[in-house]
Nanobody
Framework: QVQLVESGGGLVQAGGSLRLSCAAS????????MGWFRQAPGKEREFVAT????????YYADSVKGRFTISRDNGRNTVYLQINSLKTEDTAVYYC?????????????WGQGTQVTVSS
């Protein structure tokens, strides 16, 4: 089992920045592909970004390319999501996930989420 805990969400004005963190614990000896997803009110959860085990390859939703950056520190068992140029439509609960494929977006473990609210 892997436990994931997100942090770093909050209320920010449009155009601002945030850095989300996701700390993994438990069976982290086997490195996992990691990802971020989000769910806005009244909408389904959607893919945001994923990163491979070694951090070499990253994948992004078109809506966040150029503004969001996913990264990881395997020594700290932590994955990050740097969010710049925030828009009101980025308001959502952001979830961290761990699994076996960043490209195929196959994730088995999920965090509880952290709220990001962007004001105009």
């Amino acid at each position: 089992q892997v436990q994931l805990v997100e942090s770093g969400g909050g209320l920010v004005q449009a155009g601002g920045s945030l850095r989300l963190s996701c700390a993994a614990s438990g069976r982290t000896r086997s490195s996992y592909a990691m990802g971020w997803f989000r769910q806005a009110p009244g909408k389904e959860r959607e893919f945001v970004a994923t990163i491979t085990r070694g951090g070499v390859n990253t994948y992004y939703a078109d809506s966040v390319k150029g503004r969001f950056t996913i990264s990881r520190d395997n020594g700290r068992n932590t994955v990050y999501l740097q969010i710049n140029s925030l828009k009101t439509e980025d308001t959502a609960v952001y979830y961290c996930a761990a699994g076996d494929s960043a490209y195929a977006r196959r994730f088995d473990y999920w965090g509880q989420g952290t709220q990001v609210t962007v004001s105009s």
